[in-house]
C-alpha cells in the first residue's frame, strides 16, 4: 500500500474505519460508513499511522475532537462520547492492523 497515491489510501483507512467503528444512539449502532463520519476520521488518523507505532491515546485524542452535531445542530457531542469502549477497542484493532500492511 505504501506505493499507492494517499488519496487512495485515505480512502482504503476510510472503508477500515467505518466498518470497524460505530455510533451507539439509544442502543442503535449507526456505522461511521452511514453516518459519512469514516472518512474525516481517516484524514485524521492517516498521518499518525505514517508516524509508527499508533497509540490508543492518540487515537481517542482525535476523536475527542470530532464534533458531531445533534438535534439539528443544537449540541456538539465528541464522538469519543459516541463510541461505545468495546467499539473503540475494534477501531484500534483494525487501525494497529491496516498500520501493519502499510
Known sequence: M????PTAE???????????AYMDIAKWHLYLNDAKLHTIVAQQLYPL???????EEQ???ILA??????GGG???????DLLPVQCQVDLMDAL???????
Not at 485515505?10 to 470497524?20: K, P, R, T
Open 2 to 5: 505504501a506505493n499507492s497515491h
Open 10 to 20: 485515505i480512502e482504503a483507512l476510510a472503508s477500515v474505519i467505518g466498518a470497524a
Open 49 to 55: 499511522l505514517l508516524k509508527g507505532p499508533i497509540g
Open 59 to 61: 487515537v481517542t485524542g
Open 65 to 70: 475532537k470530532i464534533p458531531i452535531k445533534v
Open 74 to 80: 443544537q449540541r456538539e457531542i465528541p464522538l469519543l
Open 96 to 102: 494497529e492492523e491496516y498500520q501493519s500492511r502499510l
